[in-house]
């Protein structure tokens, strides 16, 4: 089990090239990725995602690459000596308009577009991608490492919490077989508080009263709690994606609580389905944070 918060590093050397590559990833509920890339190596961006995601399956990542030259390369620049002069020219225009003196300073030249070429303006594309795949990669692999840490955090904080709701479920258990009697009983002291002559051997009678009981009934209700929090046990031991099924038995088992606590009408149990979707809730929001 991962989490989609995480960040990763990794860098590559290649045929005098450095390629640096940093991933910082946080919570969505799809996968959206993000590259930082010059403009000419765009080109790239569809393959490197395919390799983003195989790593990731949910969550917003940004990916920043950084390149760089080793030194020692060719790293030599040239000059253009007439936009140098025309440069020049202009600064002296300005001055001649304004009526002083405007200094052309070292910062002006290298400002202007074109004065100062360098011999390495752009990239090549094979070159690069030679060094950014191996530094994607390293970067990915790092991610991963920090998202399973922090899974295994939220995996601890789980079952913690899955037992208060366990403990909380049993406490309703043992109070289940006493729902449906006290209902019966509650109904009864209605109708003989109501002054209402009824004949409790009636047949119509004694079915309104099962029905009645049937419906304050929530050993169903239990059984499937149960059943949902072993599943989701269940998922934090997978090596696959679980946060939407996780997010889905929170929702299973909080309609249970929820249906329990209407269903059943008793103070004390009442008072576990409040303390149980507390915590449930607490559950509910780290789940938003695994992939």
Not at 16 to 44: C, M, S, W, Y
Not at 204 to 226: G, N
Not at 275 to 287: D, F, H, N, S, Y
Request: charged share 30%; with cysteine; aromatic share 4%.
């Amino acid at each position: 089990m991962q989490s989609m918060t995480g960040f990763g590093r990794g860098e590559h050397a290649d045929e005098g090239l450095i390629a640096r590559v940093e991933i910082a990833t946080v919570n969505r509920k799809q996968a959206d990725i993000h590259f930082n890339l010059p403009r000419e190596l765009i080109g790239l961006e569809a393959d490197l995602r395919k390799l983003v995601l195989r790593f990731i399956s949910r969550g917003r990542a940004n990916v920043s690459i950084h390149l760089e030259r080793i030194s020692g390369s060719d790293d030599s620049f040239s000059v253009d000596s007439d936009r140098v002069r025309a440069l020049e020219t202009a600064f002296n225009e300005i001055s001649n308009l304004i009526g002083r003196q405007v200094q052309l300073g070292a910062a002006d030249f290298i400002k202007a577009p074109g004065v100062l070429t360098f011999a390495h303006s752009g990239w090549d594309v094979i070159e690069v991608e030679k060094a950014i795949r191996p530094a994607l990669q390293a970067s990915l692999e790092n991610l991963v490492k920090m998202r399973k840490a922090e899974g295994a955090d939220l995996e601890t904080d789980f079952l913690q919490r899955l037992t208060s709701l366990e403990k909380h479920a049993e406490i309703i258990g043992k109070a289940t077989p006493k729902v449906v009697e006290r209902q019966r009983e509650l109904l009864h002291n209605r109708l003989r508080e109501a002054e209402i002559e009824v004949d409790l051997n009636d047949e119509r009678l004694l079915k309104e009263v099962a029905l009645f009981a049937d419906r304050s009934d929530i050993s169903e209700e239990t059984t499937r709690l149960s059943s949902h929090i072993n599943r989701f046990r269940e998922y934090l031991n997978s090596d696959e994606p679980v946060g939407r099924s996780l997010d889905f038995l929170c929702q299973e088992i909080n309609r249970e609580f929820n249906t329990i606590g209407s269903k059943a009408n008793d103070a004390g149990i009442g008072q576990s389905v409040v303390g149980a979707k507390t915590e449930l809730e607490k559950i509910r929001e780290q789940v938003q944070n695994i992939e």
